[in-house]
């Protein structure tokens, strides 16, 4: 029988009978929604936010939350698998359920009050209330604990100084989760959409990510009541909580732009007839080809095991660091040389190699560059702190 190119260790069938449904529901939506007008959304450098009503009706919306909130209630393997898949439509689609689901629900939920839970999650779940999340500064994101945005308490009220960069949905968002110093450390607050102060600048002429909302985040004087401030965390140890969250999601998503990099190089290289015989008929090519695969089945084992160990609470920051980067780079190499494989075709967005190639640029950078990723393991070998 012959085997699943996209799939050549047979990593579906480890999977529960839900997991599977989940990701073939996620896989229909991105074959019928996203494939169709992602290349003139990227091209126009339009997020597509019609998407976002089905998006949230397939429950894809912190989807690992409970129940009571309006959530899906999944396990972490079917966030991975959502993930995946609808990075194989877009690493913008991913990024924008990735931020409303692991920076912005997640900390309300982790961190906020019973109170606070209820007034946001079901609304966010249900796409009415669209979040962002604000940790990184102009200044220098590898280095969150040098932060200069700051809070300072005034009668009932916080009063927020400072700015955000880089800022994924920041001009789409109800709320921003806004990371700042305090006279107590780093805390977390929901400054709403419309706050006298608060502004965001969409970010432009971006090469990556083009179908996604990016921003820069200004607050001159955002007074916040108290009843906005995320009660049960302070220090870092916060955003750095989220993000573990949102790596973790990010770890699966990339196959799937390597995947869909890898299906289109092999439908075009069986049909391009060069010195009379198609591409794929090469040695060369089969080699480039068989190596993107080793590579992709790789990394499925690897997030599989992930999933696994966070669905059993085990799962490490520095596992998550291994799969990020390891990820990332799989994915970007892929996406790069299919770009190659499609010569010149390959430059325009009518095929997606050229695409995925540019995202990937954001997603290795974003939640960690492979750098940063690379000093966390090595700080794990060693026991040496290397930043
Ligand atoms: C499209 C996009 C969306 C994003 N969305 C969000 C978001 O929603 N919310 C948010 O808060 N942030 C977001 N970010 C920010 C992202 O997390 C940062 O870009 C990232 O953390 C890197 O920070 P920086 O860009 O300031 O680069 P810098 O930190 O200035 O890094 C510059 C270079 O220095 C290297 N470097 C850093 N430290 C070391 C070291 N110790 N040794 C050697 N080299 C080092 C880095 O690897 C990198 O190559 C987004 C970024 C992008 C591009």
Known sequence: MALNPHDLFDVRSLLSEEERAVQDTVA??????VLPIIGDAFDQGRFPRELVEDIAGLGLLGSSLPEQYGC???????????????????????????????????????????????????????????GCFGLTEPHGGSDPANMKTHARRDGDDWVLNGSKMWI?????ADIAIVWAQTD????????????????AQEIKHK???????TSALYFDNVRVPEANRLPNVK?????????????????????????ACLEEVLAYTGERILFDRPVAATQSAQIKMAEMARRITLAQLL?????????????????????????????????RECRDLLGGAGI????????????????????????????????????????
């Open 235 to 259: 220090g870092l140890k916060g955003p750095l909580g989220c993000l573990t969250q949102a790596r973790y999601g990010i770890t699966w998503g990339p196959i799937g732009a390597a995947t």
């Open 72 to 130: 899906a209630g999944l396990n972490a393997v079917s966030y991975g698998l959502i993930c995946q898949e609808l990075e194989r439509g877009d690493s913008g689609i991913r990024s924008f359920v990735s931020v409303q689901s692991s920076l912005c629900m997640y900390p309300i939920f982790a961190y906020g009050s019973e109170e606070q839970r209820m007034r946001w999650l079901p609304d966010m779940a249900a796409g009415k209330v669209i």
């Open 28 to 33: 229909r939506f991105t074959n019928e929604r």
């Open 348 to 387: 325009t967005t009518e095929h997606a190699a050229i695409r995925h190639a540019l995202n990937l640029e954001s997603v290795i950078t974003y939640e960690g560059t492979e750098t940063v990723h690379q000093l966390v393991i090595g700080r794990e070998l060693t026991g040496i702190n290397a930043f």
């Open 168 to 172: 994924t949905n920041g001009n789409l």
């Open 303 to 335: 997030v599989l095991q992930l999933g696994r160990l966070k669905d059993a609470g085990a799962m490490q920051p520095a596992q998550v660091s291994l799969a990020k980067w390891n990820n990332c780079r799989m994915a970007i190499d892929i996406a």
């Open 207 to 213: 090469m990556s990510l083009r179908a996604s909302v």
């Open 184 to 199: 107590d450390g780093i805390q977390g607050f929901v400054v709403e959409k419309g706050t006298p102060g608060f502004e």
